[in-house]
């Protein structure tokens, strides 16, 4: 059995109950089957897949809190520090009622891969609560964030672990566990991202996930000859991730027709309001139904069905597993160009190797969400050197990351044999630099 093979055994019988998990590493590995097999002595003498596959920790803790009724709320914690070889962890803190240890494991374990492929010293890491802010007051929040802090400061820092938003974290619950980790452990540090600008945010951190995915996919289409003027892109989600990219996308000439949430999904062949949509999600933190009422051009559909939409380029900016193998089926008859991920793991390994195969461009979010967790880290930058810069130049910069992150993946997959193949260029790209730390380091 080859050493992928035998990892690949162990690590579906160590976590069974893992789904999400086993999907993450196993398109990983995978894709490493050339890299390992030139190696394969040395990498299994080192146990370098078995490190890699195991976090460094997971840390696993109880959240109670005080709802506006007086009645005290139990959630879980978790923060997952997977692997700190190029640089301190690294990565979001999702709140969902979705939230399991194994998400959890497998959005940190991508998030070492995504880390590694921006050029900046970040370790991976991710962490979380099955706490659900939807319909939650204010107060209710706060209370919430301060109770995650005051566990979680324990174990994160400037230059040890350094969360940020994700799912259901954004600015506003940022802020409290900011405040939170200031009022305990008395430092102003940057220990974490995506912070208002009052106190230590960058410029274009908001923006930063959506823009870099619209800058990588305009490298994409252009290294294919051709540009992002009146090319029809379906949008899922509606959150931060798909805000931006809805945006960037229309300064781009493109047109976005689609956008939606957990509950439905808006068809507005019109193309999408950005600035309704903001209103809509972002002030009033509002269904979609609402998007409809006040725009006549949209259609409101309850359910899923975005990809049934005929375009030019998909974006999916939800959640994991959210393209499925039948959504891939309609947008290849549909004649889709490009799907570039906006969230992580959206598209299922069924589903991406349909897209493969039928000649669409496609470019996994490791790569193509990469531009948030790079802009992180420029935060950590000035939060470290004491300056701001601004938006242009933070946003250059980000422009300039996406682009490297094209070619760096584009060459990493001719090299190996495998042109075209982004997800394998990605995950190469990726481990290599890993891969590299880890085995100068010795055996940590
Ligand atoms: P938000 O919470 O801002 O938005 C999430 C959006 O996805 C909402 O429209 C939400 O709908 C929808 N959604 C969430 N869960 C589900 C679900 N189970 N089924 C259907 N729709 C769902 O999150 P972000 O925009 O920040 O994150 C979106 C994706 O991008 C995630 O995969 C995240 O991990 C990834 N990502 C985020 C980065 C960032 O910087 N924020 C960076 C890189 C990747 P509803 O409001 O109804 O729940
Ligand atoms: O998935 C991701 O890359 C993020 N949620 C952003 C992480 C970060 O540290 O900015």
Partial sequence: ???????????????????????????????????????????????????????????????????????????????????????????GLRLHPSVNIGIIKFLGFEQVFKNSLTGLPIGGGKGGSDFDPKGKSDREIMAFCQSFITELYKYIGADVDVPAGDIGTGAREIGYMYGQYKRITGLYEGVLTGKGLTYGGSLARTEATGYGLLYLTRELMKCHGMDMKDKICCVSGSGNVAIYAVEKAQQMGAKVVTVSDSTGWIYDPEGIDVALLKEVKEVKRARLTEYAAARPSAQYHEGRGVWQIKCDIALPCATQNELLIDDAKALVANGVTAVCEGANMPTTLEATKYLQDNGVLFVCGKASNAGGVATSALEMTQNSERLSWTFDEVNEKLEQIMINIYHNIDDAAKRYGMEGNYVAGANIAGFEKVANAMLAQGVC
């Fill in 1 to 91: 059995m080859s050493y992928v093979d035998e990892v690949l055994a162990r690590v579906k019988a160590k976590n069974a109950s893992e789904p999400e998990f086993l999907q993450a590493v196993e398109e990983v590995l995978e894709s490493l089957r050339p890299v390992i097999e030139a190696h394969e002595e040395q990498y299994k003498k080192e146990a370098l897949l078995e490190r890699l596959t195991e976090p460094d920790r997971q840390i696993k803790f109880r959240v109670p809190w005080v709802d506006d009724n007086g009645q005290v709320q139990v959630n879980t914690g978790y923060r997952v520090q997977f692997n700190n070889a190029i640089g301190p962890y690294k990565g």
